[in-house]
């Protein structure tokens, strides 16, 4: 059975940083796509980036350097590092894996991250950040 489980969310200021945890049983992450999403009330689920097999990361534009995406294969996780933080990056931060079987080349030929293209979400995380 597979699982992800994300933690690390929690209260910052605006400018602060926090380090989002994504641990995955029933899979390996290295074989995986990996990707962080978040979610606002009554907005859909937004593509932050993904992590692929070869560990190429891709990100979408609202980013602008500020999150880095990483995975320990050893742990079996995979991470969200956010810095400059801002009261517009308050959500529920979820992980996911890749539902398609050739995910890094599939994933690089569509040109938005899209949550249709990943599964096996977690609970999530809540991240608030105040000005």
């Known amino acids: 059975q597979h699982e992800l489980v994300e933690s690390g969310g929690g209260s910052v200021q605006a400018g602060g940083s926090l380090m989002l945890s994504c641990v995955a049983s029933g899979f390996k992450v290295s074989s995986a796509c990996m990707s962080w999403f978040r979610q606002v009330p009554g907005k859909e689920r937004e593509g932050i980036g993904y992590?692929?097999?070869?560990?190429?990361?891709r990100y979408a534009a609202f980013v602008k350097g500020r999150f880095t995406i990483s995975r320990d294969n050893a742990k079996n996780t995979v991470y969200l590092q956010m810095k400059d933080l801002n009261a517009e990056d308050t959500a529920v931060y979820y992980c996911a894996r890749s539902v398609s079987p050739i995910c890094s080349i599939f994933l690089s030929a569509v040109p938005t991250i899209r949550a249709s293209d990943f599964g096996g979400w977690g609970q999530g995380t809540q991240v608030t950040v105040s000005s």
């Open positions: 992590i692929d097999t070869d560990g190429k990361e």
